[in-house]
């Protein structure tokens, strides 16, 4: 084989290499994009941004008017069923949840009701006030999504909490409102009149 032969296929992919490379780049540069939209859009509600969670269950969908702050800087949201009018709740805060500590921590919002714990897999299944809940500790915050008993089976609540992540772009855009403020109405000024050079009108009527 002769020394153009062998350069040919060195040349024959470059172009490839070339490709790659820049689409490896795009690739990083939307990621890194998509990030800075979730932080920004997170931090105007006052959220952390890696306490923010999106789920899903079949005939659930986000009530847009419940996403907000949990204590300091946690997410909370609410699914709706459409047929049942069921809830289900995210919410994700800073902390852990272990075997000691599980009975403690009340399900939901109900402080001083008690609670039952049970093992399952990486989560904890829990009860308490008429609710049950699934917790998966993750590092420093814990994921949670719960709902009434008699509202959502425990097979659902669970496939709903092992649904649990984080937004990729398309559901940031869906899950949280934009960063930005919505544009202001002008104000219509009444002492501004119609015509001329839009100075005040500053006359007195009679008797004023």
């Not at 931090?43 to 419940?66: I, K, N, R």
């Not at 008993?149 to 984080?166: F, W, Y």
């Amino acid at each position: 084989m002769n020394r153009h032969a062998r350069v040919l296929p060195v040349l024959l992919l470059a172009p490839l290499l070339l490709t790659a490379c820049g689409s490896e780049k795009a690739a990083e540069k939307a990621s890194a994009n998509d990030a800075g939209e979730l932080e920004a859009r997170a931090q105007a509600m006052g959220v952390a941004p890696e306490l923010v969670y999106v789920t899903e269950a079949p005939g659930f969908t986000l009530a847009q008017q419940s996403v907000g702050v949990l204590g300091d800087d946690g997410f909370s949201a609410t699914w709706v069923d459409g047929d049942t009018n069921a809830l289900l709740r995210l919410a994700v805060d800073r902390g852990t949840i272990t075997a000691d500590t599980c009975p403690e921590q009340p399900v939901g919002d109900m402080a001083g009701e008690h609670t039952t714990c049970e093992r399952d897999g990486d989560a904890w299944y829990r009860t308490g006030a008429g609710r049950h809940e699934y917790a998966l500790p993750e590092k420093g915050h814990v994921v949670r999504v719960s709902a009434g008993t008699d509202a959502v089976p425990r097979d659902v609540l669970r496939a709903a909490a092992l649904a649990a992540h984080r937004p990729d772009a398309a559901e940031t855009d869906r899950l949280l409102p934009s960063a930005d403020p919505a544009p202001a109405s002008p104000v219509e000024r009444g002492d501004l009149p119609r015509y001329g050079d839009g100075a005040p009108d500053n006359r007195v009527d009679v008797g004023g």
